[in-house]
């Protein structure tokens, strides 16, 4: 019990305010879990990597809140949270987790292509290409943000207004409409 009673009136609907229960100290729980657990932080990390991994979005961020909380400065967590935010759709917050990671630790590349490809997908390109050259400094061997930058590219140059006057002509051939 947590030392408070609702006093209600005959259909059960709050008649008066929250009035505290006689002999009982008021317990009110912390909004945000004690900072410096860095064990539980892993716990709540792993099990939100797992929720992540079953494409259950909602709860892999709430887990990832909770490690943040525990750990403020897992620049993990908040990549993963990012992309727990991506999975679903909020791209803004996405990003704000993304910088918040690469705050914390400017080494991370996969946070670099992960922030690319969310700004990317917003369509600001030229920042994404950015990250993803970023990306790629710290670790060539991160192949997809190879890729992810040609794509930005290929949409950066589609959007410039020389590109909107002269289209580029369709392509025929093997994978075309118009057969080799």
Request: hydrophobic share 35%.
């Amino acid at each position: 019990m947590n030392g408070f009673q609702i006093a209600t009136d005959d259909r059960n609907f709050a008649s008066e305010a929250v009035q505290p229960i006689d002999g009982l100290e008021p317990h009110v729980p912390p909004l945000q879990p004690a900072a410096g657990d860095k064990a539980r932080a892993g716990k709540y990390f792993e099990s939100g990597t797992e929720h992540y991994a079953n494409c259950q979005y909602g709860p892999a961020i709430a887990d990832f809140d909770r490690a943040i909380g525990h750990d403020p400065q897992n620049a993990g967590a908040h990549n993963s949270r990012g992309l727990a935010h991506y999975a679903n759709g909020d791209l803004r917050r996405a990003i704000a987790d993304f910088d918040e990671a690469l705050r914390l630790d400017p080494q991370i590349a996969d946070a670099y292509y992960n922030r690319g490809s969310a700004l990317s997908d917003r369509g600001r390109h030229e920042r994404a290409i950015a990250d993803f050259d970023r990306a790629l400094a710290i670790d060539p061997s991160l192949h997809l943000a190879a890729n992810r930058k040609w794509l930005a590219e290929e949409n950066l140059a589609a959007q410039s207004p020389q590109t909107q006057q002269n289209p580029p002509k369709q392509k025929k051939g093997w994978f075309g409409l118009g057969g080799r």
